[in-house]
């Protein structure tokens, strides 16, 4: 029997959910960040429901089924508008609006609690992604008693540092669907410490315009600037400010009064600014010779023009390598603070499914 929360119990619960966009889907599940009764969580273990949104390349389909089954029991299943890879995770579809997926995020969580016998059940088998036996000398993969995946589970090898020492390094795939990522990219790292000593980024390209979006142009850019903002304020912990940010987002429309979304903009330009981050990030990230300090000062004088009706048109596109090339050398918060200052990045033609 289908149970329906009323709306009291619906302001009540706080659903936690993780979420696996595609590329032309991400940014419109970055509102969710601003809506009461919805957490977005950093990761899929500490969430109740997973939402798929948009189209999911094939090349990340076992990517999304591993983010599916990290999700504890009982799970629920939400699928916004899913294409590609998304279709093949079973899931209650969502064609409508935000409002709409809200509302089945907390209808299928309050489903599963009821009946925990209708939650969705794991997609892969419940086996190791690789034998510890019988790869290399030692069973792990590695050399010597070092490196390898043994089931599944990166070890460190010695390598040179940039001072000449051999110290650990550990090679990790960060992403698709990593919560301080901006997007569904793919970030290849070696890490010693947390320092990064080599970088390799990934960007998918949307397949399609995501639906509902202002007509008009600058209040387009608008929206999209505020979605980036709420992921950016997440990422630097202001997570109070973020919530602000999406829900902002969710206010540009094309019949929005002006007046009053200027004042709300600029209200939050200010408190961005007096938070302190922009000072945390200088000399951060540079790229083309623009500090992540720099390129957020761009984005909010960007997202004030355009309220105002004095911008139009696409931002300009980051090429990945030079995304690396800034990143290398960095402890991994800062390269999340990088890649979250970034408006734009260049989709890479390399493994892009066309």
Request: aromatic content about 2%; proline content about 7%; hydrophobic content about 45%.
């Amino acid at each position: 029997m289908a149970v329906t929360p009323n709306e009291g119990e619906r302001q009540r619960t706080d659903v936690a959910v993780a979420i696996a966009a595609g590329a032309g889907a991400w940014e419109a599940t970055q509102e969710l960040r601003g809506v009461p009764g919805v957490r977005v969580v950093t990761t899929p273990r500490h969430a109740a429901v997973l939402l798929v949104a948009g189209t999911i390349d094939d090349e990340d389909r076992e990517p999304l089924q591993r983010v599916h089954d990290q999700l504890p029991h009982p799970r629920a299943v939400v699928a916004w508008r899913p294409a590609g890879a998304a279709r093949d995770v079973p899931a209650q579809v969502v064609d409508e609006d935000l409002d709409a997926v809200i509302a089945q995020v907390h209808r299928s969580r309050s489903v599963v609690i009821a009946e925990p016998a209708r939650g969705a059940r794991d997609l892969l088998p419940d086996t190791e992604p690789n034998a510890w036996r019988g790869v290399g000398p030692f069973g792990q993969g590695g050399e010597g008693m070092m490196g390898g995946t043994p089931y599944g589970r990166p070890m460190t090898m010695t390598g040179d540092d940039r001072d000449g020492l051999a110290l650990d390094q550990l090679d990790l795939v960060l992403g698709p669907f990593l919560d301080p990522l901006p997007g569904p990219v793919t970030l290849h790292v070696t890490l010693q410490g947390d320092v990064l000593q080599d970088a390799e980024l990934t960007v998918r390209r949307a397949r399609d315009e995501w639906f509902g979006e202002p007509a008009d142009p600058d209040l387009r850019t608008a929206r999209r600037l505020l979605r980036r903002t709420a992921h950016g304020l997440h990422v630097a912990g202001l997570d109070a400010l973020a919530s602000r940010a999406a829900a902002l987002a969710r206010t540009v429309t094309d019949d929005a009064d002006r007046a009053p979304l200027a004042r709300a903009t600029a209200g939050l330009c200010r408190r961005v600014r007096r938070s302190g981050l922009l000072w945390t990030l200088r000399g951060v990230g540079t790229i083309d010779g623009g500090d992540a300090a720099q390129r957020w000062r761009h984005r909010i004088a960007t997202l004030t023009a355009a309220i105002d009706g004095s911008v139009s048109g696409a931002a300009p596109s980051a090429e990945p390598s030079a995304v690396e090339a800034a990143v290398v050398g960095m402890t991994l918060t800062d390269a999340m603070a990088t890649l979250a200052s970034v408006d734009a990045l260049q989709p890479d033609a390399v493994g892009v499914q066309t």
